[in-house]
């Protein structure tokens, strides 16, 4: 067999056993294409219909004010989402059975940052949106973000009853409290100060209570460091969910709709709070501590987004936040005492409501959704958005590598007078190449979600006794697109992670190795036509596991990922 004839010639250093010491090879050079294509989707409506049968001539796309030339033209309409086949009991894989657009819009509630009352408000109105768009055959999914990852409620489904079902499991206590890599969720009544471990009361209340002015100033700047570090904690969390999601739908085809459900996150992580004039105190030592990690959050986080042609739709489940009131309610830990207090909690709120509100016309913006905030009809905002995910435009053109690194800005124009959507803008920027890496490999080792920007399948081949032990032995399929393209130098340069955990989420075995080296031309034709066959193996202990593979290809930066189960008795 050819996959065979490729190990045998080129990849025999990738028969090493589990649980030996990761092959330390040379790095290579990495490919870089001269160019890099971006491209954007476009909602065109007119009077709230889609307005078909335009030309590429139709329309005009600029890159920071001058026009670019539109290689790639479609009008796409999307399609429901097909059914995967069903494989062999010992065979896995990640790739998608269909390569149309498909009409995908995943909910994503947020766990990590809403309150409790406004999860309630947010349950109701996702059940009252459910019981009329589930009727129009509209499929969705449903995730949860937690502070420990991405959790997945319900696969895509056109069963409206099935999504309610998810909404309603959210809400479980027990859910979110699974080790790291499991597949439950957060739980509807966990607040952001139980995620955190900061302000849910205790002894300092009395002395909040106590009505001394200085006593309350105190602790208000002591407290403020360590609320800092818990907005960027959540930050962080709810980034790297969003960062799972983008990986996971990446290898799908079309525009997909993301359904950003909560009470949103300070995209500065209380930035604007700490610079804002006449605060307790200048915290800008604190701020500099965690501004890059959180800004490069940031970045990966938006160009994973971009890449994965996903348009975010931020829905604000605080139905209209009342800044006043959040400083006059009693019940909070940091309630304020006395006029100077009042003063400065009322700014720091009012700070923090308009960062969040930023946040959600940014994401939106640069990712080509819309946001619904100080709103009271979240089921009809949607609505409006699944409507998004019917029919649209791609444009695409090529940027020249000699475009600066940064936020550059997009703007599509229309011959005509229209109601047009696009995202405003794409980050061009060499993101770190080692921290990428590694962010990558970690959250595909943790989530759910299978990866499916690199696809590949694998089957278990055997299992064998060892003294006591169960060896498993398994295959993987990887795609030829590792060779590169066929006009370049070419080089391999891989990551495979396989990690074995038992039904109560405990490792039980894992390895992870990396494969680095040239091509003779010759080596890289015979994997661009058949692929690489990678083997390996797992020792374990008799009993049932999941097993998350990953691949991770470093040239491109593409990662995939499965969890397969396999029974070792």
Known sequence: MRHWAVVSAITLALLTPAGSTPQQTPETTKIKASTELVLVPVIVRKSGAHLGGLAK?????????????????EEVHATEPSAQPAHAPQEFTNARASRAAERLTIIAIDLVNTAP????????????????????????ALVAITSGGVRMLQTFTTDRQAVAAGVRKSAHPSIGREPAGTTGSASLDQTPCALSGAGCGGS???????????AWEDLYKNEEESEIFRDRSMRLDTLS?????????????????????????????????MMGAGRTGDYTSIDTRYSSEGAD?????????????????????????????????????????????????????????????????????????????????????????????????????YVDKQTKVGWHKLLVKLDRSVDLRSRNGFMYSPVDPEKARMTDLQLAM??????????????????EDKAGKKVVHFALNLPPQLAGPGEQESSL?????????????????????????????????????????????????????????????????RTGSVVATIAAR
């Open 57 to 73: 001539q139709n329309f005009t796309l600029l890159q920071d004010g001058k026009p670019q030339e539109i290689a790639v033209f």
């Open 117 to 140: 009352m406004d999860q309630a408000y947010l349950k109701q109105e996702m059940l009252k949106f459910l019981d009329t768009a589930g009727k129009s055959g509209e499929p969705f």
């Open 204 to 214: 300092g209340n009395s002395d909040r209570a106590m009505g001394q002015l200085g």
């Open 241 to 273: 969910s969003l960062q799972q999601i983008a990986q996971w739908l990446s290898g799908f085809p079309g525009r997909k709709t993301l359904v950003w459900a909560g009470s949103g996150i300070q995209w500065s992580g209380g930035m604007m709070r």
């Open 297 to 397: 959050a940031n970045t990966y986080t938006f160009k994973l987004l971009s890449a994965a042609n996903v348009a975010v739709y931020p829905l604000d489940a605080r139905h209209g936040a009342n800044t006043s009131f959040a400083v006059y309610d009693t019940s909070r830990s940091d309630a304020p005492i006395g006029d100077r207090g009042f003063a400065a909690q009322k700014g720091k709120v009012q700070d923090d409501d308009q960062e969040r509100i930023t946040m959600f016309e940014q994401i939106a913006a640069s990712t080509g959704g819309k946001p619904c905030f100080n709103r009271t009809d979240l089921s009809n905002c949607m609505t409006e958005f699944a409507n998004d995910a019917h029919d649209y435009y791609v444009l695409g053109f």
């Open 446 to 463: 943790a989530s759910p979600l299978p990866y499916t920007a690199l696809e590949f399948s694998g089957s278990f081949t055997e299992i």
């Open 493 to 557: 340069n891989f990551d495979v992670v396989a990690i074995a955990r038992g039904t109560d989420g405990k490792e039980a075995a894992k390895f992870a190795q990396r494969y680095s080296r040239k091509l003779q031309p010759q080596q890289a034709e015979t994997i661009r036509r058949d692929g690489i066959r990678y083997l390996n193996k797992l020792e374990l202990a008799p009993g049932s596991y999941g097993v998350w593979f990953v691949v991770r290809d470093n040239n491109t930066g």
